[in-house]
């Protein structure tokens, strides 16, 4: 994350980014900048935005459009960006020399994605899934991620490559179904 | 996301539960028993749908015996001109460069000077003798399976809101699109697909409002493949491709489904959340129908042929058009294909409406004549046309201004009269004048066509009862066979 305060990240002139067909979007999106920072096109929508529910700025709204569907569900099973995050918070619970056991790895998870204690059946259950999954997953291969060309950014936070073993593995996967879960993607 | 406007948690699958005191075994009898008499009381009682008694896209019955099970919108986004491509005006050819004799609109969305004639041959075609410009020269082969509405007149002149309009009824509101309507009305024929598909989708003029369910359950969104800035070839659902291991998955959404179920335990029903488990459910299923529906591998060379796919012109919109074929095959209620943002001619009408047709007219022949030959066409209704029509006065000499005045669509099969004509605009395409038909008359004879009441299909949001024709619509039953 770059936590650079203001300026633009457009790579264009003004008004060189406007296409008017779309069949040739100078823009990017590639920047691992805060999201308002990310422009607002509009016949060329950031495709995070427009899958959750951005306003259009063709249009006046009264409010903000709010949409559950299978486009979002597959975005938090499948993309590089939500993995890459999970996978970087395994890491982190993983090394953290802090955390004595896996129990406490998991509350340290929860106070990270929801701000609050797990509650022992979390625990319960967080505890069965990786004891489950650690044995049968084996090793696996870094996510790559940004990817200039897809949700990522252009290379503004870098990413190591190479494998990671089964435990971080599994721990990936946890840390993934806590960043799809509803607590994590609502404000209660 | 701080709310879930719109979206009434008033039935949540807990209180269903409670209610059925069998539990799960009762819920399954009363789907089962759900008669169709049952069905069409709660589709006839406004807002009365429970989505999750028998699942947001179950089959529900229409109010009357449907003529057309489905729908596929060809949508020509930008306006192509009705004076140009099939409502032939011979004075208009006559009189180029003469004044118009009569007013223009009060408002116009550019200055706009004298009559313009078609630049293009014009002839008739086919044995009921429609009339089709030069540049539509495959489409002219399947005119008499096609039924013109020459009268159209809508609201607006700007793209924006004239796209807002087609799609959903309202210029100037966010409302559901007329696909999530019908799937909202009739449910999905295939529980592993989205019952509202939509391929390529432009993203400007209202964007994802022109598929979305707006106060609907969100089950009825529009669900895209690509948008109008990627090639039809390339156009995916996005992260359809399952990361890792399948079965690493199946035991993440499970946990993910208990953690879920567990919040809503704690802070009590809400459709919304009870939806998005649903819709991880549904993404996991997608994930292994819709890359095979995607696959073109198993056409034949003749049918790619057919739809223009060996052509660099026509490969685009073919691949749409097969595509969309594919989707209704296998039951998705509504499928729209999108040429995005080409039409817009305000100068440069001669040579790019030309090219704009070549490179639509191979795949839609293709579609009407291949659902034709599968014996898909009766019972589905393809509806081609744009947000509105053009001018008959130039702009810049050598264009076309907006012009919602007066335009041209038509359907294909779906019980519609083939080889029929109706209404007509003035003698210069300008104006609709006989038998006018308002974008509200069209949603309501799309409807009606799909055996759905129009005025019956409501929705009860903030306080009042909505429906995709708002309090007007006129079912134009003088096109139906």
Redesign the interface.
């Known amino acids: 994350m770059d936590r650079t305060v203001g300026g633009s990240i457009l790579r264009t002139g003004n008004f060189g980014y406007v296409t008017?067909?779309?069949?040739r979007?100078n823009e990017r999106y590639g920047a691992s900048r805060r999201a308002i920072y990310m422009p607002v096109i509009?016949?060329?929508?950031y495709?995070l935005f427009?899958?959750?529910?951005y306003t259009?700025p063709?249009?006046s709204?009264?409010?903000?459009?709010?949409?559950?569907?299978?486009?979002?569900?597959?975005?938090?099973?499948?993309?590089?960006m939500v993995?890459s995050q999970a996978e970087r918070l395994a890491g982190s619970l993983l090394e953290d020399p802090g955390l004595a056991d896996d129990a406490s790895r998991i509350g340290q998870a929860y106070e990270i994605c929801f701000a609050r204690p797990a509650?022992s059946?979390?625990i319960e259950?967080?505890l069965r899934?990786l004891g489950?999954?650690e044995p049968?997953?084996g090793e696996?291969t870094r996510v790559s991620w940004p990817d200039a060309d897809s949700m990522g950014g252009s290379g503004g936070a870098e990413h190591a490559e190479g494998r990671i073993d089964a435990r971080h593995h599994a721990w990936r996967?946890?840390c993934?179904?806590?960043i799809?879960?509803?607590?994590f993607?609502?404000?209660? | 996301?701080?709310?879930?406007?719109?979206?009434r948690p008033n039935h949540s699958r807990r209180d269903m539960l409670k209610q059925c005191c069998g539990g799960f075994g009762a819920v399954a009898m009363a789907g089962l028993l759900a008669d169709e008499a049952k069905a069409d009381e709660l589709l006839s009682r406004p807002g009365k749908i429970d989505p999750f008694t028998r699942g947001p896209l179950a089959v529900r019955h229409p109010h009357f015996a449907p003529r057309a099970k489905r729908v596929i919108f060809l949508f020509m986004h930008g306006g192509p001109s009705q004076v140009d491509t099939f409502d032939y005006k011979p004075k208009l050819q006559a009189d180029h460069g003469k004044e118009l004799p009569f007013a223009k609109p009060r408002v116009q969305f550019a200055k706009t000077g004298s009559l313009m004639a078609s630049p293009y041959k014009w002839k008739q075609h086919g044995g009921s003798g429609q009339w089709v410009s030069e540049i539509f020269p495959e489409t002219a082969k399947v005119v008499d399976d096609l039924c013109f509405i020459k009268s159209l007149h809508g609201s607006n002149p700007a793209h924006?809101?004239a796209l807002?309009k087609i799609h959903t009824g309202s210029e100037?509101?966010?409302r559901p699109s007329m696909g999530s309507w019908i799937t909202y009305g009739l449910g999905s024929e295939n529980r592993d697909l989205?019952g509202f598909v939509t391929i390529c989708p432009?993203?400007?003029?209202?964007?994802?409002?022109n598929y979305?369910?707006?106060f609907l359950p969100?089950?009825y969104?529009g669900?895209?493949i690509g948008?109008?800035?990627v090639k039809a070839s390339q156009a995916r659902?996005?992260?359809?491709?399952?990361?890792?291991?399948a079965?690493?998955?199946r035991?993440?959404?499970d946990?993910?489904k208990?953690?879920?179920q567990?919040?809503?335990e704690e802070?009590g029903p809400n459709a919304?959340?009870e939806?998005?488990i649903e819709?991880?459910e549904?993404?996991?299923r997608?994930?292994g129908v819709a890359p095979e529906v995607m696959d073109l591998g198993n056409e034949t060379k003749a049918t790619k042929q057919m739809y223009g796919l060996d052509d660099s012109v026509t490969e685009n919109f073919g691949r749409q058009c097969l595509l969309a074929r594919r989707f209704s095959e296998r039951g998705v209620r509504f499928v729209q294909c999108t040429h995005?943002?080409?039409w817009?001619q305000h100068g440069n009408l001669e040579a790019a409406h030309r090219n704009n047709a070549r490179e639509v007219d191979t795949g839609i022949a293709a579609l009407i004549m291949d659902l034709k030959n599968r014996g898909m066409l009766e019972e589905t209704l393809v509806i081609w046309g744009g947000e509105f029509g053009r001018t008959p006065v130039a702009q810049d000499g050598n264009g076309r201004d907006h012009n919602p005045h007066g335009f041209t669509m038509w359907m294909a099969g779906g019980g519609v009269k083939p080889g029929f004509s109706y209404g007509a605009t003035d003698e210069y395409g300008f104006y609709a004048l006989e038998d006018k038909v308002h974008v509200h008359d069209l949603h309501a004879t799309i409807l009606a066509l799909l055996g759905v009441d129009h005025e019956r299909l409501t929705y009860r949001d903030a306080g009042r009862d909505f429906r995709l024709t708002d309090v007007a619509g006129r079912v134009v039953s003088e096109i139906f066979a």
Do not use: W
């Open positions: 008017n067909d779309q069949s979007s509009r016949n060329d929508m495709e427009a899958t959750f529910d259009d063709s249009v709204f009264d409010r903000r459009p709010s949409t559950v569907v299978a486009q979002q569900s597959l975005f938090m099973m499948n993309s590089p993995a509650t059946v979390e259950r967080g899934f489950e999954l049968v997953v696996s996967s946890f993934k179904v806590l799809a879960s509803n607590e993607i609502y404000v209660r | 996301m701080s709310d879930f406007c719109g979206i924006g809101a807002l100037n509101f966010v989205p432009t993203l400007g003029h209202g964007g994802v409002n979305s369910s707006a969100a089950a969104h669900t895209a948008h109008a800035g659902f996005e992260h359809m491709t399952a990361m890792g291991d079965g690493v998955q035991a993440e959404l946990l993910l208990e953690l879920n567990l919040g809503i802070h919304a959340l939806g998005r819709t991880f549904l993404a996991f997608m994930q995005s943002y080409k817009d």
